[in-house]
C-alpha cells in the first residue's frame, strides 16, 4: 500500500472510532401502553390506564358532556347557586392547571339545528371526521399547549361528537400520538 493509501486508511479507522460511539442503535420498538375501554351514549374507545375519568351532569341545550379524561387528578368543575325558587349551576374545566405534559380531554355529544361541519379530512369510527389542531386555543388558560378538535357526525341530522383535547409541554409528539391512537378505537353504535 502507497504512503497515501495508508494515511487515507488511517484517517478512516479514527473517523470511525471517534464516529462509533455516537452512532444512533435503532430505538427498541415502542411497548404499548395499557389501555382501558369507555363506552357510553353509543360511543366507545379506549384510552391510556394511567389517564382519569371524570363525569359530571354539564348539561345546556345544545351540548351533554360524555366524559373527561386527564392525565392528572380532576375536580368537580360545577358549582351551584340557589337564589328564591331558583337553582344554577355554572361549570368550568376539572383541572384549574395541566402539569407540564399534562392532557385533558372532553368528549360531547352535540346538536344544534342547522350547523353543518366543514368538509371531513378524516376518518374515525368509520365516520367522515373533521379534525384540527391548534396552537393554544381554549386550553391556553390551562397552561396548554396545543388544542386538538374532532366532530364525528351521528345519525341524527345536525347531531355529532365532539372531542376537545388540551396537550401541555413537553413531549407533545407523544401525546399527540396517544390521542391519535384513542381516535383510531373510535366506535359509533348505529342509531
Known sequence: MTAPGRLATAFAVV??????????TPAEPAHPV???SFSAMGLSFRY???WQTGTW?????????????????QHNPCTVTYSPGQKSVSCS???DTLPPGGVLVRWDLDGF????????????GGR?????????????SLGGAETISVIIPRDQPDNWYGLNACL?????????????AMLATVRVAAS
Open 128 to 140: 367522515p371526521a373533521l379534525e384540527t389542531k391548534t396552537s393554544g386555543g381554549w386550553c391556553a
Open 15 to 24: 473517523a470511525v472510532s471517534v464516529a462509533l460511539p455516537f452512532a444512533r
Open 48 to 50: 391510556p390506564a394511567t
Open 113 to 124: 339545528p342547522g350547523l353543518r361541519p366543514t368538509k371531513p379530512n378524516a376518518t374515525i
Open 34 to 36: 395499557p389501555t382501558v
Open 57 to 73: 351532569n354539564d348539561v345546556s341545550s345544545f351540548t351533554a358532556p360524555i366524559v373527561y379524561l386527564s392525565t392528572g387528578r
Open 93 to 95: 374545566y376539572p383541572v
Open 168 to 180: 401541555s409541554a413537553p413531549n407533545l409528539p407523544q401525546q399527540e400520538a396517544q390521542i391519535s
